[in-house]
């Protein structure tokens, strides 16, 4: 299996600029996870999905950030505008349905907002 | 509500020394418990869970952990740590009694450092 897949690996952007995160989450997995790593905040859940339907978006910092799942393979993470704030390490993870089911990460996304 | 306690920012250690690093947890049901990984400029690696049955689990890497109900613990353990084994460390509970049935709750990240 080639785990979880996240486009692209960097990304350097302009502060205003739209930025579009992408993930593929391992076959058959029903959930999906977003997540944000910084410094000070540690590990943040921002939104995550069950069978492409979002369930929890209230780790979504504002109405800038976006997140759809068109199907059972993809996901995006939007920012629009972008902010310096912004920068971060964004992860994907996917998990099967069942309470002790494992979420597996993908490599992430490390943005820099200028 | 559920949440995770990892009290130590950093942890230490010579290699080949025993290495422990410690986390505490708070859920209202019964708990699933999870160790991740994450080595530098990677995503977290799962490294082993505890969901029923034996305290001690088993996992990646040599690793183990001990889940203690009484003293709301689960903490990582090896016997004999590797240069290879520095990197960060999350701890994660996930309350089986909870609504928000899809979501894990981690700790801040505990920073293992082996030295030669």
């Known amino acids: 299996d080639a785990g979880v897949i996240q486009s692209p690996r960097h990304e350097v952007t302009e502060m205003g600029q739209e930025v579009t995160l992408r993930c593929k989450p391992i076959?058959?997995?029903?959930?999906l996870f977003w997540y944000r790593q910084t410094m000070m905040r540690g590990l943040e859940l921002l939104i995550y999905?069950?069978?492409?339907?979002?369930?929890?978006d209230s780790g979504m910092p504002e109405d800038r950030f976006s997140a759809k799942m068109p199907n059972a393979s993809f996901s995006t993470l939007k920012i629009q505008p972008s902010e310096p704030r912004d920068s971060a390490v964004y992860f994907c993870a996917s998990s099967s349905q069942g309470f002790q089911e494992t979420q597996y990460f993908g490599p992430g996304t490390r943005l820099l907002v200028l | 509500a559920q949440s995770v306690a990892q009290p130590e920012d950093q942890v230490n250690v010579a290699e080949g020394n025993p290495l422990t690093v410690k986390c505490t947890y708070s859920?209202?049901?019964?708990?699933?418990l999870f160790w991740y990984v994450q080595y530098p400029n990677r995503g977290l690696q799962f490294l082993l869970k505890?969901?029923?049955?034996?305290?001690l689990v088993k996992g990646s890497y040599g690793f183990e952990a001990e889940f203690n109900k009484s003293q709301t613990s689960f903490h990582l353990k090896k016997p004999s740590a590797l240069v290879s084994d520095s990197a960060l460390y999350f701890c994660?509970?996930?309350?089986?009694?909870?609504?928000?049935?899809?979501?894990?709750?981690f700790g801040a990240g505990t920073q293992v450092v082996v030295t030669p």
């Open positions: 859920v209202s049901g019964n708990p699933y």
């Open positions: 505890y969901i029923t049955g034996d305290n």
């Open positions: 994660a509970v996930r309350d089986r009694s909870t609504d928000s049935w899809g979501k894990l709750q």
């Open positions: 999905f069950n069978n492409n339907v979002p369930i929890d």
């Open positions: 076959s058959g997995h029903d959930y």
